[in-house]
């Protein structure tokens, strides 16, 4: 069984244990910290009302400034992050988001290849977590995510 799946519609509609929630900016979603500065990459976990997902695991994705102030390694730590945390909470089956693409500016195609080079070398490291589904928004960002996961 594939382990990997892209769907592209509404990620609070999907009946998985958790989905994640990738916040641009900081407030109570994102863990801010006790000074109020918020982390990219820093996670938190919350149980999930009226939503058919146990879980909502917020991350906060690291916002598109060129490339050179190590938002690749910034968006790799967030699914790094994040997969880490579900692992701890013995989750079976996540549903991402794409993290830190839209309004956050993160260029897709880049950021499409970080999230399944990440969460694939997770997957090597928790036989346990048996589904991950690629929430999509567009069809143009699930055919990414298609033509990556063949890869």
Not at 22 to 28: F, I, K, P, R, S
Not at 43 to 51: F, K
């Amino acid at each position: 069984m594939h382990r990997v799946k892209i769907h592209q519609g509404d990620i609070t509609k999907l009946a998985v244990d958790a989905i994640v929630c990738a916040a641009n900016g900081c407030g109570d979603s994102a863990g801010a910290t006790a000074d109020g500065n918020c982390s990219v990459g820093q996670v938190s976990i919350a149980v999930a009302d009226n939503l058919p997902a146990e879980f909502v695991i917020h991350t906060l994705g690291p916002i598109w400034r060129g490339g050179d102030y190590r938002e690749e390694e910034q968006l790799a730590c967030c699914y790094n992050q994040v997969m880490d945390a579900a692992k701890q909470q013995n989750i079976k089956s996540i549903a991402f988001p794409a993290i830190s693409c839209g309004a956050s500016g993160f260029p897709t195609h880049r950021a499409v290849r970080i999230a399944i080079r990440e969460v694939n070398q997770a997957l090597r490291q928790n036989p346990l977590l048996e589904s991950v589904v690629f929430c999509c928004y567009d069809p143009v960002t699930t055919a990414l995510y298609r033509t990556q996961v063949g890869k």
